[in-house]
């Protein structure tokens, strides 16, 4: 092959690559209503079966935080931090889709990501003439919610600034796509149903 025949090789190559991109990116389109139904069916499913079983988490913690197998199970049905609001009359909105590894979420709630003791699985910022926070979090094998307002100094359910930190610094979701695989806590439930 010549110069020439190897830049002819590459642009197709090229144009290929280009067409494969275009004909995903519109498949996505086009199935995005489904796929977004199937996959919030399917987060619903997965954190009523964790929210359940919390207890064996939390009581094989050591072994979820230090195998890489194990411990990278991604967690994507809990909203760990959302803030919105209106502030000088313009709105914003830092929620996003959050996935954390599990090794990950269980040291949050070793670091003080809870509520009375309990493991926190949503914090809810909102700013609009004072301050609204919504925090969920799991007790005796159900998510329960507390909710305040706040007009001036600071809301008592207010969660320490390094804690919030902490929780967006976990989030991996620009690593995983939604309709990416990876390890979901299947691999657990699996392991459980069998041996129970």
């Known amino acids: ?46 954190k009523r079966w964790f929210v359940a079983n919390l207890d064996f988490f939390l009581k094989h913690k050591a072994r979820f935080q230090s195998s890489s197998g194990l411990g990278e199970i991604i967690i994507d049905f809990f909203t760990l931090d959302y803030f919105a609001g209106l502030v000088g009359g313009f709105g914003f909105c830092s929620g996003r889709e959050c996935k954390v590894y599990l090794k990950d979420l269980l040291r949050l709630w070793d670091e003080g990501f809870t509520y009375r003791g ?16 919504i925090i969920s979090y799991i007790k005796n094998g159900r998510i329960e919610v507390a909710s305040t307002g706040y007009l001036t100094g600071q809301n008592p359910l207010e969660l320490p600034k390094e804690i919030t930190e902490k929780v967006k610094k976990v989030d991996v979701s620009n690593k995983y796509p939604h309709w990416q695989t990876y390890k979901t806590i299947d691999v657990v439930r699996n392991v459980l149903d069998q041996s129970g």
């Open 1 to 46: 092959m010549n110069l020439q025949d190897y830049r002819r090789h590459y642009a197709d190559l090229y144009n290929k690559i280009e067409t494969a991109k275009q004909e995903f990116t519109g498949e996505l389109t086009a199935t995005r209503e489904t796929f977004d139904k199937l996959y919030r069916q399917q987060q619903e499913i997965d």
């Open 118 to 133: 309990y493991p926190i699985v949503g914090y809810e910022s909102y700013t609009h003439h004072g301050r609204k926070i």
